[in-house]
């Protein structure tokens, strides 16, 4: 299916993250485009990040949602609320939501009381408010959720909310920590539906997401980023950074059936990332 490459949704250069003197990550550097493809209304970009464990993937969620300070480097997302093609602004904490693995809501609001909360800072009114929080619960099935408190609620239903709170409060930039991480094969389908939603909504829906599932990564994104240890000269530094880009789109792999492709590109990912 042809594409064309838009806008720059998202910009990071030189970002590095050090704790005292122990560096965590370097020199990340990526670009993520606007997509639009043929005769398709509406598709957001799902990107991916897989490394194995320890190689700085939360580290890096975390600056990039501006949870901590990076050490050098700068991120820039596009400003929606400038007209300007490619205007851009640097990441503020609340511009990119992130949902942690915990899918953490607060305790003693509703999910309708969370969501209001969610909206305080946006210029709409009380009635249009309420409007927006109904129809996401129905889009999202969680209609009857509305009144419910976070104890009450399935583990796909607390994450359905906690990103709908997330989308509410910064808008189009979404970032998601292991969202499959211990889920059965139900809540896994939950999830994979929310990803869907989240892409029908807005073309410049960005939703980036770690997982351990080569596979999941490869049937949901079209951006797989490797994050490892790289070897420069020789010598296997200890710090994480993208060591591997795969854009499914180009290689002619994105938005279609899982084949023999697919699967050969899994081994060439778990390779990169066995020797990083």
């Not at 991916?48 to 050490?71: C, D, E, M, Q």
């Not at 994050?227 to 880009?245: L, R, S």
């Not at 290689?251 to 020797?275: A, P, R």
């Amino acid at each position: 299916m042809k594409h064309e490459y838009k806008e720059t949704l998202l910009y990071v250069e030189n970002l590095s993250v050090a704790y005292d003197d122990t560096v965590i990550i370097k020199d990340i550097n990526l670009v993520e485009k606007d997509v639009i493809r043929d005769g398709v209304d509406c598709t957001g970009q799902v990107v991916a990040f897989v490394g194995r464990s320890g190689r700085g993937k939360s580290t890096f969620f975390k600056a990039l949602t501006g949870l901590i300070p990076s050490n050098t480097g700068k991120i820039l997302i596009r400003d929606f609320e400038n007209k300007e093609p490619n205007a851009a602004k640097s990441v503020n904490e609340g511009d990119i939501g992130f949902v942690d693995q915990k899918y953490t809501l607060f305790r003693h609001k509703t999910v309708t009381q969370a969501l209001r909360f969610s909206l305080r800072k946006t210029a709409l009114s009380n009635t249009e408010k309420e409007e927006k929080i109904k129809k996401y619960l129905k889009e999202w099935g969680l209609d009857n959720c509305a009144d419910k408190y976070p104890n009450e609620l399935s583990g796909g239903q607390r994450q359905r909310t906690a990103i709908i709170e997330q989308l509410f409060s910064s808008d189009q930039f979404i970032v998601l920590d292991e969202p499959f991480s211990g889920l059965d094969v139900g809540n896994i389908e939950e999830v994979k539906k929310s990803f869907e939603l989240l892409g029908k909504s807005s073309e410049s829906n960005t939703v980036i997401f770690s997982t351990h599932d080569i596979e999941l990564a490869i049937e949901l994104a079209q951006t797989i980023y490797v994050i490892g240890y790289p070897t420069i000269n020789g010598k296997k530094e200890n710090y994480g950074t993208i060591v591997a880009k795969y854009d499914l789109r180009d290689m002619g792999l994105s938005w279609k059936e899982y084949c023999d492709d697919h699967l050969k590109l899994s081994k060439e990912i778990i390779h990169q990332m066995m020797i990083s």
